[in-house]
């Protein structure tokens, strides 16, 4: 395998995710359209991540457990953790510094942990 070429999430209930992803978390719409799923744009409009209706049953399935998305961003990760706190998304503890930069982890409504990563200049 060369490379992730696309990832979706499962969530329990479309419309409060996409609301989340796209209110709390600045995530832009692709205009792409799939009555299953929310597709958001990334990497210079290219779509490279989804949430989506449950492929399966997810019934008393505890969802995000052991599963981290990282996203690059291009702000300052302090504005970044100001944002997110003012909209009352659930941060997972303080930035933290990585090898690759600086990281914040939050949680989203189906316990998904996404990590936002301002990148160390190489």
């Known amino acids: 395998m060369r490379r992730l ?3 979706s999430l499962q969530v329990r209930d479309l419309k409060a995710s996409t ?3 796209t209110q709390k978390l600045g995530f832009e719409l692709s205009e792409m359209n799939n009555p299953e799923a929310t597709i958001f744009k990334f990497n210079k409009g290219e779509a ?3 949430i989506r209706t449950p492929i399966g049953s997810i019934e008393n399935q505890e969802l995000g457990n052991g599963v981290s998305v990282w996203f690059a961003i291009d ?3 302090e504005d970044l953790k100001i944002r997110l706190q ?3 998304v659930t941060i997972l ?3 933290m510094q990585t090898p ?3 990281a914040l982890h939050i949680k989203d409504l189906d316990g998904y942990k996404l990590t936002f990563l301002e990148q160390t200049n190489s």
């Open 86 to 88: 003012q909209n009352g």
């Open 48 to 50: 490279s991540f989804a």
């Open 100 to 102: 690759f930069g600086k």
């Open 93 to 95: 503890g303080d930035i």
């Open 19 to 21: 609301e989340f992803y």
């Open 5 to 7: 070429e696309f990832a």
């Open 75 to 77: 702000e300052k990760i």
